[in-house]
């Protein structure tokens, strides 16, 4: 009789969890805008209904989004829901070639958007790095019951913000050089919801009081930091994955990355206090007042309070998140594995001298003639084979409810947060990459005693679970997942020169169950038909493996790179 009530209990908390849930519509015309974001250079960016910033996009679990985009660019977009599963429907992906061909100008799609997850996510272009100018905003789905109490939230979302368009930067950055390396760095500004960092608003906290402060790293290249001195930050999610508490002294977010954290305020109203945004990069020069680029805002606890001022430790004395030591909530162990593979970050400096990356072999390039979805669902039994999908989409085939642990291996001295779309992976294992593969520039003097000191780390009893991890210079990091959710999907680095470089592979799982459960809207097929691209075939839109009219891929400059002293 208990079991019986148990399942009408169940029954009905469904029934009323799906009699609240409701479509959220959102209606983008996505256009450009002259802007002066930063209070120094007003240029050409991207936005929406005429403005820029874009308005975040709230919901519940369980709601369905309806964003209807119209194109008013002079190029095709596309809308990614960045940390989102689309089990169901990959082909809601919103990356640009690989899930759908884009939106063509002066034509509107409607994405249509389920909240499968709870958490702190973000939308942005994917196609012709146009989140670079400006075509970013986030997406916020909130908890019917939420799991931590708290009084209020309060948002952060932070960017990059570069003098120049994406379009030229990009060609830049792909461009042949006299000495084969990349163009010298430039140094963004940092914008705060939207704004100018400098111009920053309060924060108004009420004694006693219990804060959740959602934190997104909206930014194309750099990283940021967040403290509130005299507070400590009690982390509870990171990237829509619920954690138990994390407590830090400040967030350290990568390209792409999110947390969420409770912040409780002092007893008494007698001081103000200061937050700090701190916008930088380890790989370029440090200059003050350009790298790092720092930010300060009130917390205000009285209109007539003092501010207390607190002193700034280095910040090697401070505890910033660290998701190796983070364990999510209901969670469990580390899941066991029917599959390994290795991915190794590489340049890749070809005979005309151009800098790109690789991760797999060669360096990942967009579909050119066929998305890569489309090619999965057309290709029949052959859709498991990855030589259809093109050598330069860096294809790796996963059946379906396949474990897989991926050892990601960064050999180079650049920092690189990889993202994988869909469903996030568990972070079992972090640590220092053999000194024997480690690759440097040639003519550089480095050897062994050079590099950090990097300790290994494990987590296999709980370990967290995201879907943008760093890879600091010289580490590895190993991650499993499993191929639940049917589509192809890219795992890529979101510092955006790098993705654009080759730093990307296309994961396709289960294409056999992708056959038989999805089907590509016809919208979506027309939309390709519109822009001479084909719908159907494999990479090239033949059949079988003749591949013949594809791009050759570039070749490599022997020697390029050395390997690092021992001595």
Known sequence: ?????????????????????????????????????DGYINRRAIGVNGALPIAPVYMYHGDTLLLTVRNSLDMATTIHAHGL???????????????????????????????????????????HSQNADGLRAPLIIQERRPAYEYDEEMLFYLEDWYPTEAVPKMKEVLAPSANGLPPPPTFPYGLING??????????????????????NMATTEWWKFTIPGHKLEVIEADGVVSHPHVVDGLDLAPGQRYSAIVTAHDTAEFNYMYNCTLYADFVPWIPGMNPRHYLGLVEYHPDAPVKRIATPDDRLLKWTNDIEM?????????????????TTRGYVTTDRRNLRELGTVPYVEPQKVPTLFTAMSMGELASDPRVYGPQSQAIVIPHNQRVEILLKNVQSLPHPMHQHSVPLQIVERGPVDPSEIEIARGINVSASDLPRITRRTNYENPMLRDTFNVPPFEYVKLRFQGTVPGCFVHHCHVQTHFVAGLAATFVVAPEVMQRTQRIPDEMLSMCARQGLKTEGNAMGNWGYDLEGLPPVPTEQPGSFQTLSLD
Not at 98 to 103: A, P
């Open 85 to 127: 599963y689309q089990n169901g429907s990959a082909y809601m992906d919103g990356a640009g070639m690989v899930t759908q061909c884009g939106i063509p100008p002066g034509e509107s799609f409607t994405y249509r958007i389920y909240a499968e997850q709870v958490g702190t996510y973000w939308l942005h272009g994917h196609y």
């Open 195 to 216: 704004y100018n960092g400098n111009d920053t608003k309060p924060i108004r906290f009420r004694p006693g009081g219990r804060y959740r402060i959602r934190v997104i």
């Open 1 to 37: 009789m208990s079991s019986i009530l148990g399942v009408l209990a169940l029954l009905l908390l469904c029934l009323v969890q799906s009699s609240l849930a409701e479509y959220v519509r959102v209606d983008w015309d996505v256009g450009y805008v002259q802007v002066n974001r």
């Open 327 to 343: 364990r999510a909530l209901g969670g469990g162990p580390a899941m066991p594995v029917d599959r390994y593979i290795e991915l």
